[in-house]
């Protein structure tokens, strides 16, 4: 999970993208964006709006002085600088430049919906008929919560009874028999009752190791490897490791699991990967994410499924993240920013094996003779598929329940 575009510095948003770049280029394009920046750092403080915009000005030119080839790659951090603009010739009340830089933003690419909803500096424009057209047009792309009520419904398959079943080791298989050895599952899941258990699992992963979304995952994709690529504290997990391990974690103590990745309608850079447990005392698949030590309820309490929390999103009824969920027990997750936002993005397509077991994503591609990756996907959608890949639009089938005959 990445933070808000508008909420990170340009400089470091620029240097992300300079590692693209010749060297000797990076080294004077940063160094120019460095003063600039600190500039206007110094005209923020002094509330010289006047200055600010002409020095985010400059960032832009800063830009254009790459060759024509590289500078596609900065195309965010160009709209971010033109937003910017904009937002400072709205508070020095030049109305029609303020519009203008805006639309230019969204002409290199800004989507930041919440952005332009939520900004103050944006409040002398509000009533501009081409703010307004901005507006709805942004909307369009990066108001998530609408994409999703807006998709297509499922609709049950008549050949869902031709597609592959699902299937989940079994605790005895050697691979998690060592597993569950080697990280004491036995005394972290407890002794309580079946809930209990799936949440402690839950939070010994989100404990054990931070999560790290910049770092790919080591070359050995199983809880054990990746648990000792990381046990000198040197590194974490992306969402992705993180919710493989907890699903073996899982599998391992007898709980029918996957690990689902979720998709937003147009994939840029980011998406989110989380568990999808069985719990047989509530008789269905519950929300569950290693990231972010969260699950997800109703108002009266009750734990819901991914299926649960998609269709409360797309019909307003309310949903609430656990009191305890966190971002590597340094920051609060809410529910707005989690749920009615971030995963409102994600929750267009679901993805994942139709086999969970230890290492699958280890298997060289000859040992995967058989197994399937499959997508649920609304009715609509389009999507050109790779080998071995299913789409489906049977929301019954791909959350069927594991003990299905």
Known sequence: MKKRLILLPLLMLLCMAAAAAPETENRAFIERDSTINADIDSAYARRDWAKCSRLYSMLVRNIETLPFSQQEQYLPYKAFAYYRMAS??????????????????????????????????????????????????????????????????????????????????????????????????????????????????????????????????????????MYEACADGSRGLNCRGLAIMLNECYLAMGFNSRFVTCMPKTYEDDCHVINAVYSN???????????????????????????????????????????????????????????????????????CWDRSCYNIESLRPEERTGLHYIILAPEGYKQDLSSGTLLSTDEAWFWQSPYAE
Not at 138 to 156: F, N, Q
Not at 288 to 313: F, K
Request: proline share 4%; hydrophobic share 35%.
């Open 88 to 225: 400072m010739e709205s508070l020095l009340g030049r109305r029609r430049q303020a519009v203008r830089n805006l639309e230019i933003a969204r002409q290199n690419g800004f989507n930041d919906y919440y952005a332009l909803i939520e900004d103050t500096t944006m409040n002398p424009i509000r009533s501009d008929a081409r703010f307004k057209a901005v507006l709805r047009d942004v909307r369009e792309t990066g108001d998530y919560l609408h994409i999703l009520k807006k998709c297509g419904a499922y609709s049950p398959s008549d050949t869902a009874a031709s597609l592959p079943p699902f299937s989940y080791e079994t605790p005895n298989s050697r691979d998690l028999v060592r597993l569950r050895a080697y990280f004491n599952l036995d005394s972290i899941a407890g002794c309580g009752d079946e809930l209990s258990k799936i949440k402690n699992l839950l939070a010994f992963v989100h404990n054990t190791i931070r999560h790290d979304g910049s770092r790919s995952l080591p070359p050995a994709r199983n809880a054990i490897d």
């Open 281 to 351: 005392t509530l008789d269905k698949w519950l929300w569950i994410d290693p990231t972010h030590n969260a699950w997800v309820t109703d108002t009266a309490g009750n734990m819901l499924s991914i299926s649960e929390v998609r269709r409360y999103l797309r019909e307003d009824i309310p949903v609430k993240v656990n009191e305890e969920a966190n971002w590597n027990n340094t920051e609060k997750t809410t529910t707005e920013q989690y749920l009615y936002r971030y995963m409102a993005k994600n929750l267009y397509l679901l993805e």
